[in-house]
């Protein structure tokens, strides 16, 4: 689980007090990552084969009497070496992996992850079609908020924008949980200026204030 039960329980508390408040039904998750990107590792290995292969030509021409019989697995076997531990950095450090990211393929990969989640989870079933999605993968420090056609009209997708941008930072500094508290209140506040005020008789918690850690 990347959430704590403190940081679970403030989530959970700060939802059900932006619904309570505006009459919205918002749904926080948070993913580890939204795809396996299996090309990194070969990415990876290629870099460090090709670091290691210009360190060998550079050696040669410095040290030209460093060649040996052996000339052949003396060059060889560094260049698969280093590949191969670049290789495994990918796999064991992120932020190592995260260097060979393609920005546009993740963008997709963390959209098509929350429009799944919101199709699965039905957060389209509500009463009056005020369910919002603040989904956060960690891996890929991206945020999608997906928002029902209850909003519609009056919000447009550059203020929601805002919304993600605000939490975008704290994702960056490996803070999930105060990126969704934040963007909790940017929510909070971006509905009261547009007039979202829950109903005197409000209708049942319609989906869960807990956040979803998949």
Do not use: C
Not at 156 to 162: H, L, P, T
């Amino acid at each position: 689980m990347i959430l704590t039960d403190v940081e679970a329980d403030a989530i959970e508390a700060r939802v059900a007090e932006v619904e309570r408040r505006t009459g919205a039904q918002v749904v926080t998750a948070l993913v580890p990552r939204s795809d396996d990107y299996p090309e990194l590792g070969w990415k990876a290995f290629a870099m460090g084969a090709v670091i290691a292969a210009l360190l060998v030509v550079v050696l040669d021409v410095v040290y030209p009497d460093w060649m040996s019989s052996y000339a052949l697995w003396s060059n060889v076997t560094p260049i698969l070496g280093v590949g191969a531990a670049s290789a495994l950095l990918a796999f064991a450090l992120p932020p190592y992996a995260r260097l060979y990211l393609n920005r546009v393929r993740s963008a997709g990969e963390v959209r098509q992850r929350a429009q799944q989640m919101f199709v699965e989870r039905q957060l389209f079933a509500t009463h009056a079609r005020n369910g919002i999605l603040l989904m956060a993968s960690v891996f890929e420090r991206r945020v999608e908020l997906l928002a029902d056609t209850g909003y519609r009209g009056r919000i447009d997708e550059s203020e929601w924008q805002r919304v993600v941008g605000a939490m975008t930072p704290h994702l960056a500094h490996a803070r999930p949980a105060e990126a969704l508290l934040r963007g909790l209140g940017e929510i909070e506040t971006l509905l009261a200026s547009k007039g979202f005020v829950a109903a005197e008789k409000a209708v049942d918690n319609e989906l869960p204030d807990r956040p979803i850690e998949t």
